[in-house]
């Protein structure tokens, strides 16, 4: 079977696309995968999820993985590198496509820390 398609492509799904790129990064960063939590933060942004979503989203990963775990873990990882451009673009007043093609530029697969192997 084609994964992929049945998994992303497929009319069934129910749930918005949006909400299934959060699901996949907080799910990959459950599962230590933070290659591609980045890519699933970097997808979402690109569709149009707000960054207020991904405050609530990193504040839930801080919630359930302990405040250890996200200082150690996820603060210093691309995936908050990510976020934080996003966030310290927008407070700058950059608009959305340029923080969008920014952030493809540093987080896509020129990025040795983002790159699927």
Known sequence: ADFWKVTW???????????????SLANAVGAG????AVRELVKAYIYGVESAVLDDVFELLAWNQGIGFFSSEIGPSPLFQAYKLIKNREKAG???EKICAEL???FGEKNQE???L
Not at 9 to 23: D, H, I, V
Not at 33 to 36: H, P, Y
């Open 33 to 36: 995968r933070m290659r591609q």
């Open 114 to 116: 983002v790159l699927v």
């Open 94 to 96: 950059m608009i959305r």
């Open 9 to 23: 492509q497929s009319e069934k799904r129910t749930l918005p696309y949006e909400m299934r790129l959060l699901l």
């Open 104 to 106: 493809k530029e540093k």
